[in-house]
């Protein structure tokens, strides 16, 4: 029986879907990146450098307390 | 310590300046080295009901968790401790020159003590041992955790609500409102002595909704008595551009406050006003008369108006 679709209909929903299915996962991955939080690049520091500072003021560190966030 | 909640990495410190990440662990870089040192009145932080007249040993090291643009400490509080000059002063010899300088509390003051919490929590303890009181001067910006411990080593507090906005706190002071809310009431639930005050910045909140919606709040979370001080701003740091708090505006303050029911509402930084003064809610007479920080004249008796019999809440001796 023939198709009632002609070669050239085929390839065009063929790749009317591609381009749909392009542009669907790219919206999908700017949304999930969007819901993600920024993310700051990590500081480039010289600790060696700061803690020679640290030291040539006369401070000396003290271990601090640090509290775990119960449930609010 | 804050609801910032830092993440540092190795060798980052954390908003506040003064707390950092050395070798994995969270240390603190301003234990024993306060920057400043003063004897001040207690009428200073401000507290007007609390041992009037006593002198307040008053310490602050560098550092803070708030970037107020209009900080009057700007030059220890917006500093990294290596800016500033430290003294060496542990626990134990604070707690000595306060006996030394008959200061009968310590204050934790001038710039943020929620930064330099430790150091404050040591001393606190061993000031109690020696019948010394301790006073917390802050911006209420800490996370209930430590503020359940500080509750337990603080007597008096005087505690800033900034505004009642969270674009305020946001665009100005570069925190949030809701954990400041929390600490007043914890505070004043827990029953420390609690007196607050409100910087009036022109243009920023000064409208009288501004005023009323605070007093509105203070009313309703922490009742009629707890003493409420509305601070003349004067142009510093990133606000030189405004000017200074016409008094017509803190008088307008004042008397919204006292409308709406508050009884104890003072003005600061504007020596000689009425608003300096302490009148008794019944029968309206003066009980204290200050200029300044210095006393002139004082009529309660036991915790009592001398005239009416009227209890004054706070600490009178």
Do not use: D, I, M, W
């Given at each position: 029986m023939p198709s009632i679709f002609k070669k050239e209909d085929i390839i065009f929903i063929g790749v009317i879907l591609l381009a749909l299915g392009l542009i669907g996962s790219i919206t999908l991955e700017n949304f999930r990146a969007l819901s993600r939080p920024a993310q700051a690049p990590l500081p480039n520091i010289d600790v060696k450098k700061v803690m020679g500072r640290i030291e040539e003021a006369g401070l000396e560190p003290k271990e601090a307390k640090f509290y775990t966030v119960i449930e609010r | 310590m804050c609801k910032k909640e830092c993440e540092l990495v190795e060798g980052q410190r954390g908003d506040c300046l003064s707390r950092m990440n050395i070798g994995g662990k969270l240390q603190t870089l301003?234990?024993?080295?306060?920057?400043a040192v003063h004897i001040d009145p207690i009428e200073k932080k401000p507290?007007?009901?609390?041992?009037?007249?006593s002198g307040s040993f008053s310490i602050a090291t560098a550092g803070c968790n708030l970037h107020c643009r209009n900080c009057q400490n700007w030059e220890i509080s917006q500093r990294e401790p290596e800016a500033t000059r430290n003294m060496d002063l542990p626990p134990q010899e604070i707690v000595d020159a306060a006996i030394k300088y008959n200061c009968r509390t310590i204050a934790y003051t001038y710039s943020e003590p929620t930064t330099f919490f430790e150091y404050m929590a040591d001393t606190a303890r061993l000031a109690h041992k020696k019948d010394i009181l301790n006073v917390w001067v802050t911006a209420g910006f800490i996370n209930p955790e430590p503020l359940d411990e500080l509750c337990t080593f603080i007597d008096a507090a005087t505690i800033d609500l900034k505004g009642m906005t969270e674009e305020f706190y946001r665009d100005v002071?570069?925190?949030?409102?809701a954990p400041v809310l929390n600490t007043l009431k914890t505070t004043h639930k827990r029953g420390m002595w609690v007196e607050m005050s409100n910087l009036v910045v022109p243009t920023l909140n000064d409208k009288e909704e501004d005023i009323a919606k605070l007093v509105d709040w203070v009313y309703e979370n922490?009742?009629?008595?707890v003493p409420l001080h509305f601070l003349r701003f004067w142009p510093m740091f990133q606000l030189r551009n405004l000017p200074p708090t016409p008094v017509e505006t803190l008088t307008m303050a004042r008397e919204i406050a006292l409308s709406k029911g508050i009884h104890y509402v003072y003005i600061g930084?504007?020596?000689?006003?009425?608003?300096n003064n302490t009148y008794c809610p019944v029968d309206k007479k003066l009980l204290i008369n200050r200029v300044g920080y210095s006393i002139l004249e004082y009529n309660i008796e036991d915790g009592r108006?001398?005239?009416?019999?009227h209890k004054i809440p706070g600490r009178w001796s």
């Open positions: - | 301003v234990y024993g080295k306060p920057c507290l007007f009901h609390y041992l009037p007249g002071c570069f925190a949030e409102l922490l009742g009629p008595e930084n504007v020596p000689g006003h009425e608003g108006c001398k005239f009416c019999g």
